[in-house]
């Protein structure tokens, strides 16, 4: 069992950036891919970025490449989420969850254990 708690949301004027943070307890994840997804009102969940189990290999959402950079510290065991130029449709909650694939994945069905999420919203 992992718990996930993310941290770093709140309210943001447009064009300013953010790092969101998810600190696993339980068990390391240094074995896990991780992954974060988004979640705007009256929209499904999306992904937003993977990363695998030694963070030199990541994944984006196409729409959202070169603004957000995820990483990881495994020694703190803790996963982030770089935002920068927010925008207003960048507003969601955002949630971290644990991969079963090391490599990471872009689905949230290949994820185990989620975060409760963290509110992000920006205004312009």
């Known amino acids: 069992q992992v718990h996930l708690v993310e941290s770093g949301g709140g309210l943001f004027q447009a064009g300013a950036s953010l790092r969101l943070s998810c600190a696993a307890s339980?068990?390391?994840?240094?074995?896990?891919?991780m992954g974060w997804f988004r979640q705007a009102p009256g929209k499904d969940r999306e992904f937003v970025s993977t990363?695998?189990?030694?963070?030199?290999?990541?994944n984006y959402a196409d729409s959202l490449k070169g603004r957000f950079t995820i990483s990881r510290d495994n020694a703190k065991n803790t996963v982030y989420l770089q935002m920068n130029s927010l925008k207003p449709e960048d507003t969601a909650v955002y949630y971290c969850?644990?991969?079963?694939?090391?490599?990471?994945?872009?689905?949230?069905?290949?994820?185990?254990?989620w975060g409760q999420g963290t509110q992000v919203t920006v205004f312009s």
């Open positions: 969850a644990v991969s079963t694939y090391a490599s990471g994945s872009n689905s949230a069905t290949d994820y185990l254990f």
């Open positions: 339980g068990r390391a994840i240094i074995s896990f891919g």
């Open positions: 990363i695998n189990w030694i963070g030199d290999t990541t």
